[in-house]
């Protein structure tokens, strides 16, 4: 047995004991002739089956902590954080904690791996631990060890343990979680975005943004500076412009000449083009092919939910279309998400 599952068992045996003694006796047992190992070796056998009885039927948790080498642990897929876009600079600030700390003192947790000769755990939070400690391990400290806690998680949930980690992260982009969302709402709830939004305590307008600038493709990506400079509110009327076929080509053209632009400045120690000016740039591409455009939104598996007809001073045309797949509060979400990026791209209700 391992010496924390051990010293566990051992400090709740040591409970089951003194309780099970206190309730019998009210207090120390009469008769000073009744030392405590007496007493103990009277009740062990009772503790002992109380204690893992408590254990085996879940009332009690044990959580199992060990020290891995991080070449046998691998980042899990499933995460929103990409580990090729870790690096020294980004991870310095934790490199140095752990460090000044002697080790790791937060540990990530993983889950283990079945039929990968390589690895045997993957990291469900904690990348940027795993990696740091990968690095620590190749610059001057080959004995730091990476702590976890071992978890048994379906990927469902190890999908919410992320992203509840991730929510808090300021280096994880909306563009990260978006794609992330995105990929988890077909593989784990069935392209049902209120099933969704419900399971990760979201509302459906804010989670339905989130999927649309998922759909944002990296040849308009490569106009901004960085993938992080993708943020949700500027880039979502960026993503539903992209979904009027009128503006494709014109979009995807101003990004080509935006990202040229944007090595150029690189190259020559400038500045980059800020997110901003980007998608001011991109949205006014060929502002002309914007009248008496069709906006459609899908619903479940790719299917079309409600598309704008037409717009005029006396009102905005929408269709509901069937076979959507959604309920109605999803719709109506959907209805909501069409007349916001009208508002923003000033085509509103309110003009």
């Known amino acids: 047995m391992a010496r924390k599952q051990k010293d566990y068992l051992t400090a709740l045996l040591a409970d089951e004991i003194d309780n099970h003694e206190a309730d019998a006796t009210g207090g120390e047992p009469e008769g000073a002739s009744a030392p405590r190992a007496d007493r103990a070796r009277r009740n062990s056998l009772l503790g002992r089956e109380s204690a893992l009885a408590r254990v085996a039927s ?3 948790r044990q959580v199992t902590q060990i020290a891995l080498d991080p070449a046998r ?3 899990w897929a ?3 954080r990409s580990y ?3 690096n020294e600079e980004n991870c310095r600030e ?16 993983v889950r283990r791996v079945d039929g990968d000769p390589t690895f045997e755990f993957e990291v469900i939070a904690g990348t940027r631990r795993h990696w740091s400690i990968s690095w620590l391990r190749q610059n001057s400290y080959p004995d730091m060890k990476f702590l976890a806690q071992i978890a048994d998680l379906d990927d469902e949930a190890a999908f919410r343990l ?5 929510r808090a992260r300021k280096d994880v982009s909306d563009l990260e979680r978006a794609r992330n969302y ?6 784990h709830y069935g392209n049902h975005q209120s099933r969704m939004a419900e399971r990760l305590k979201l509302s459906q307008s804010w989670l339905s943004k989130m999927i649309k600038v998922a759909t944002i493709p990296d040849t308009i990506v490569a106009a901004f500076a960085s993938p992080a400079d993708v943020q949700l509110k500027p880039a979502y009327p960026l993503a539903m412009a992209l979904s009027d076929p009128k503006r494709i080509r014109s979009i995807q053209s101003a990004a080509r000449d935006l990202a040229a632009k944007q090595a150029d400045l690189r190259e020559a120690g400038k500045p980059p083009l800020s997110a901003q000016d980007v998608i001011k740039a991109l949205l006014a591409a060929d502002q002309r092919a914007t009248k008496g455009r069709e906006i459609v939104l899908n619903g479940a598996h790719d299917r079309p939910a409600v598309s704008l007809q037409g717009t005029s001073r006396q009102g905005i045309t929408l269709r509901l279309h069937a076979g959507h797949g959604l309920s109605d509060d999803e719709l109506l979400a959907k209805v909501k998400l069409l ?3 009208l508002a923003a791209d000033g085509g509103g209700l309110q003009r």
């Open 339 to 341: 007349l916001e990026t």
């Open 94 to 109: 934790l490199i140095d904690a752990i460090i000044a700390e002697g080790g790791q003192k937060v540990p990530a947790i």
């Open 182 to 187: 995105a990929a988890a709402l077909k593989t």
């Open 84 to 86: 090729n876009h870790l």
């Open 73 to 75: 642990v691998r980042p």
């Open 58 to 60: 879940g009332e009690v």
């Open 78 to 80: 499933g995460n929103a």
């Open 162 to 166: 992320a992203d509840i980690e991730n």
